[in-house]
């Protein structure tokens, strides 16, 4: 199978390197000339353009900073879709997005796969991360093989824009958890606690979790550099609060988050760190929430395994 890969940002850049890595012939495109020229130094294919892309490739796939850019790229394609191509949405969107985008693809013949991805941009790097996958089961046997060269555990959820709506639940309880974090990280320096055993404590404790596990480390050196911006973060919980509004769930935590958010992008700069925001407690504090021994960068030391599906109970 020929694979097209669109948007090497943060997130797609290491997805797509996961595929090459195992083999797949690859064609990759992004408005940034030097990141496709990396990856052609590794072996892909340069694209000329998405419409090219889905003439010459069996699947397309799209890792996208907004829905506006999906929409963008997938309208040049659509001329170029035919049955049995396949295009696959592994950015972060809105559920009703995708499906009206699926529904222009099904149209032609084609196939749509929404993909999205969960566990944080070193998981991505190693191919240890996590995909949800929205389509038929005829499509997700199609594609199966190359989800688990991306991913560790894939999901099947049933039809396109289910994994959406699953994803944006999941960044709304991680930032939230970030959220939290800073508060008890700071209320713990501020109480005289040693921050290394601070850890620890949270660690082993039934207060755990994967971004305390992940990104209490950055907060923790003083990096603060998580590989997510806090308009990625906004987009996302903005998302999720659409959702409730859709189908009247009045939420009370959520619209503060957004607040936070949009404080912490006034101060920093709109696409400033997500982990940042514990600097908003810092400077009402004058703490400095910091302990040696913490690493500037998250680096994945799980080996490298082929991902599988994940088989929901029933």
Known sequence: MKVGFIGLGNVG???????????????????????????????????????????????????????????????????HVTPGKIWMEMSTTDAEEVKRLGALVAERGGE????????????????????????SRDTFDRVLPLLTLMGRRVLHVGEIGTSSVLKVMTNYLATMNLLSLCEALTV??????????????????SGTSFVHETESQLILSGSRNVNFTMDLIQKDIGLFQKLADMHGVPLELSPLMISMMTDGQRRYGERAQSDRMIERLEEATGLQVLAPGFPLELVDDEPEERGYEVVVRR
Do not use: F, W
């Open 13 to 79: 850049g290491k997805l797509a390197g996961s595929l090459l890595r195992n083999g797949t012939d690859l064609v990759v495109h992004d408005l940034d000339a030097e990141l496709v020229a990396a990856k052609v130094a590794k072996g892909a294919e340069a694209g000329i353009s998405p419409a090219q892309m889905m003439q010459d490739c069996d699947a397309v796939i799209t890792c996208l900073p907004s829905p506006a850019a999906s929409d963008a790229v997938v309208r040049q394609m659509l001329p």
């Open 112 to 135: 749509a796969v929404d993909c999205p991805v969960s566990g944080g941009c070193h998981r991505a790097d190693t191919g240890n991360i996590s995909i949800y996958a929205g389509c």
């Open 188 to 205: 713990m320096k501020a109480a005289g606690m040693d921050m290394g055993m601070t850890y620890e404590a949270i660690a082993m404790s």
